[in-house]
């Protein structure tokens, strides 16, 4: 049973800073990519930024030069840096994880950014 844990929600002020982490379990092998998604009320789920092997890395323009994305392919973890955070930001984040074709999903973590 493949679980994505994430941490590290939590409320801050417009223009600070949060981390969240994301640790897989029940793996016997390296997830393809690792990444983040968002869903902020009454939206679409969306893209963050994700890890695709080689290092490969797409980040979404709202966020690109704010947000910086992490991963341990052995380890299977990612972690996203969040500065500069602006009330736009507010969401649900969701961990991703993906293996030939499979995704799996953390539970969330809330991030709410106050203006």
């Known amino acids: 049973q493949v679980q994505l844990v994430e941490s590290g929600g939590g409320l801050v002020q417009a223009g600070g800073s949060l981390r969240l982490s994301c640790a897989a379990s029940?793996?016997?092998?390296?997830?393809?990519?690792m990444g983040w998604y968002r869903q902020a009320p009454g939206q679409q789920r969306e893209l963050v930024a994700i890890?695709?092997?080689?290092?490969?890395?797409n980040i979404a323009d709202s966020v690109k030069g704010r947000f910086t994305i992490s991963r341990d392919t052995a380890r299977n973890t990612v972690n996203l840096v969040m500065n500069s955070l602006k009330s736009e930001d507010t969401a649900v984040y969701y961990c991703?994880?993906?293996?030939?074709?499979?995704?799996?999903w953390g539970q969330g973590t809330q991030v709410t950014v106050s203006s």
């Open positions: 029940g793996l016997v092998f390296s997830l393809d990519a």
């Open positions: 991703n994880g993906r293996f030939r074709g499979t995704n799996y």
């Open positions: 890890h695709l092997n080689r290092a490969n890395v």
